[in-house]
């Protein structure tokens, strides 16, 4: 058996161990090779062992297509059943040819035995990845080696890369491995470049069958560039089509532009050759090439907005703030106002081409105006529409510079619903259609109103895109709704007229605002300690429906966001 010592030390299970510790555990570890597809175990077993990945990748599978965690070289799973006895959670398979590391259960107890201290490391990194998994932040895992397909000759796959490597180093040390430099060598040559270097890419350039076979098997993630401008075409090879037969690795699809702005259509088209969950990247230059880096490596930037009504305005003057600070991100959500602002970031609107064109839309378009008799709702929403329509145009969610996504909540069965492909215009609509306020968008049967009902700050579906560092801004929905009447009905119209002053009713509008955020208030707080940076700028003072209102909005989060900063700074 090779000596495993040094990856032992990098890891975070063993890595503490003393000499002695060590010296006892090499010889109780049991080598042996996993071939890519194969299961390690079942969700049910019996967790009678430890295992430590050598090399390649292996999968923790919730269902049979819905992985939930990769666990690459250097990295070990199975801690939790070791240390507290409960079966497996969770069926886990290898994702490429692996070779890894087994520690019995027997073996994993006469060493504690034997050195009780020691092996208190991995008893804390099972605790902490159990508290994790109870809290639904359990870390997807890291992706180290990349395999780069280019769909045709007509892509640049080599400069793309060099400068994809160029940015991977500013996170780890990156090697890149072509054709000649690996063809007709051993598994354990590859073994041994994976072990020296933080990230490796596996580049075909001359499309040979053989090679492009071995950038798959040693691959935990695909990169399948295409000039974004050219006819969609099916891959080379079969294998990156579908999921299933991609081992369920991510597959993150690169589309080459020519200019900055990407073209219309492109993704929807590219998108349609593949089954199955796919995430897809505009590169028009080397800002592009950096986010890529960050979000295949784990390391990408998010930022989620909040639903709030006219209080949501208070999402530009933090934009304004953060901007200034040097704050970039790499992938963008929200809910209601927050998808319709977070649009315009992944847009890549300029901030004061954003402002103007929210201000006209919002303060003097007035698209709540068109008030129609409620058998439906109390506006018709044809104005709420227009305005969407002529800040988005045709554009597709796809068509966007940054992956974005909204959230509505589908009436029809299905509650929340995250949209990350259609009309841009539409989803917007149906992820701001307050209940009652707006009428719900109707479409292909299903009937969507606002997110804010079930997710009103959507930083829990942020992280489970692996997204390592969360900025959300938060429109609190804390309206308490006052009232100095006593009653349980309505009175009379004219009751109302000749009612002396000071009684206060809360307003049909207040009240249905009001009762849409209110069912995601209780799982709120879970969402906030989910962002890294959470921004909460104080706007009781701003009614919820007053767009005369909106620069004092715009304002206080200017202000509470340069507050934030500067107190982060000063730790």
């Known amino acids: ?103 019995d259960r027997t073996a994993f107890e006469a060493l504690v035995r034997r050195h009780p201290q020691a092996m208190l490391d991995v008893a804390k990194v099972a605790m902490g990845r159990l508290l994790e998994r109870m809290r639904g932040e359990a870390t997807a895992g890291v992706a180290r080696t990349f395999a780069l397909l280019p769909a045709s000759p007509e892509v640049p796959a080599r400069a793309l890369a060099m400068q994809l490597a160029m940015e991977l180093e500013r996170l780890g040390s990156c090697t890149v491995i072509d054709a000649a430099l690996g063809e007709g060598r051993g598994s354990d040559w590859f073994a041994a470049r994976e072990a020296q270097a933080r990230f490796v890419i596996y580049l075909d350039t001359a499309g040979d069958g053989h090679w492009r076979e071995r950038c798959l098997r040693q691959a935990d993630v695909l990169l399948l560039p295409a000039m974004a401008a050219q006819p969609a075409r099916a891959w080379p090879e079969a294998l990156p089509m579908h ?62 907005l909040a639903g709030g009504g006219t209080r949501g305005v208070a999402h530009l003057g933090a934009l304004r703030a953060l901007r200034e600070a040097g704050h970039e991100f790499d992938a963008v959500g929200g809910t209601s106002i927050g998808a319709i602002i977070g649009a315009g970031v992944a847009s890549g609107w300029e901030l004061d081409a954003m402002v103007e064109t929210f201000r006209r839309g919002f303060v003097e378009g007035r698209p709540l105006s068109d008030w129609t008799v409620p058998l439906v709702a109390l506006t018709r929403g044809r104005r709420a529409a227009a305005m969407l329509r002529r800040a988005f145009g045709a554009l597709d969610i796809g068509d966007l510079s940054l992956p974005f996504f909204c959230v509505s909540t589908c009436l029809s069965g299905e509650g929340m619903v995250v949209h990350r492909h259609g009309p841009l215009w539409l989803w917007l609509r149906a992820s701001s259609a307050i209940p009652g306020v707006l009428p719900p968008v109707l479409h292909q049967g299903r009937v969507y109103v606002d997110g804010a009902l079930v997710d009103n700050l959507p930083t829990d579906v942020m992280a489970a895109d692996g997204i390592a560092h969360i900025t959300a801004v938060d429109i609190r929905a804390d309206i308490s709704l006052l009232t100095t009447a006593e009653e349980f009905a309505t009175p009379p119209w004219w009751q109302l007229v000749l009612q002396r002053q000071g009684i206060r009713r809360p307003g049909i509008v207040s009240t249905l605002v009001r009762a849409a955020m209110v069912n995601s208030e209780g799982p709120g707080e879970h969402r906030r300690e989910r962002a890294d940076l959470l921004l909460t700028p104080p706007l009781e003072h701003i009614g919820m429906l007053d767009w005369k209102d909106w620069q004092h909005a715009m304002d206080a989060g200017y202000r509470h966001t340069i507050s934030v900063l500067e107190q982060q700074a000063k730790r």
């Open 243 to 304: 999921p299933s037969r991609a081992g369920h690795r991510p597959r993150h699809l690169i589309l080459l532009h020519a200019g900055r702005q990407p073209g219309l259509g492109a993704a929807q088209r590219w998108r349609a050759v593949f089954s199955g969950d796919l995430q897809h990247h505009h590169v028009g230059g080397q800002a592009d090439i950096g986010r890529l880096a960050r979000l295949i490596s784990g390391h990408g930037r998010g930022l989620v």
């Open 1 to 103: 058996m090779p000596d495993f010592s040094a990856l032992l030390r990098r890891c975070d299970v063993f890595g503490h161990l003393d000499d002695d510790a060590l010296a006892a555990l090499l010889p109780e570890l049991q080598w042996f090779s996993l071939p890519g597809g194969r299961t390690l175990f079942h969700r049910g077993e019996p967790a009678d062992a430890l295992y430590l990945v050598a090399s390649g990748s292996v999968g923790v599978f919730e269902a049979p297509t819905r992985r939930v965690r990769l666990v690459a070289a250097g990295d070990s799973l199975g801690e939790i059943g070791l240390v507290t006895g409960e079966g497996r959670q969770y069926t886990a398979r290898a994702l490429r040819d692996s070779q890894l590391l087994r520690l």
